[in-house]
């Protein structure tokens, strides 16, 4: 009897091959700077970005070139999201980041109350993985003049004065900043740092 498509043979190493999109490890931060001027300051004079860090959901978007294939989301343990990213949504993903060929992946926060994202890096384009590029470059490839009321993406600030205002900023969803290293290679934990909103 001829073993099925997803028993092992001598030809697969005992393991289950699996169409369809795999999550990308995704970057995490592993330390934190004080919300202060000096540590700011500091961590902005050697070159790193801020961005606005969003209270939401990490969102690991698969975005298919082809229409037979659908939009998958991964959270940041490489599982599904049980909540189905809205038509809506979809419709403004595939309008502004769906490759010509292959697939692209993005990684944004998914406001879900709000049924928004906020797009921060660009994983993978046109079936080729950026872990070559560093963060800079990848930043680059992301669309960033678009209108549009679902999606945004996040931009990097470069001042102090900018990245203060972020602290100060009252809105229940902005936690704070995130740091990138924008000369940084790779998907790698060390590249970015924390900076959260100090408590009320």
């Not at 005992?14 to 490890?25: E, L, Y």
């Amino acid at each position: 009897m001829l073993p099925g498509i997803f028993d092992s043979t001598i030809f697969s190493g005992g393991r289950c091959i699996v169409s369809g999109p795999k999550p990308i490890r995704p970057i995490h931060p592993k330390t934190e700077i004080a919300p202060t001027r000096d540590a700011i300051q500091r961590i902005l004079e050697r070159g790193w970005w801020g961005q606005v860090k969003i209270h939401g959901h990490r969102a690991q978007i698969h975005i298919p070139s082809q229409d037979r294939d659908e939009i998958v989301v991964f959270n940041r343990q490489g599982q599904p999201h049980r909540k189905v990213l809205p038509q809506d949504v979809s419709s403004e993903v595939l309008r502004i980041f769906r490759p010509q060929s292959g697939w692209n992946v993005i990684d944004a926060e998914w406001l879900k109350s709000e049924d928004r994202l906020f797009v921060f890096d660009f994983l993978k384009r046109e079936d080729q993985v950026l872990d070559a590029a560093t963060y800079g470059e990848r930043y680059e490839l992301l669309p960033r003049v678009y209108k549009s009321q679902k999606i945004m993406t996040l931009a990097p600030l470069k001042s102090l004065d900018a990245c203060l205002a972020v602290l100060a900023d009252p809105t229940p969803h902005v936690e704070g900043l995130i740091f990138r290293s924008p000369a940084t290679r790779g998907f790698i934990d060390s590249g970015i740092v924390r900076c959260r909103k100090r408590p009320d």
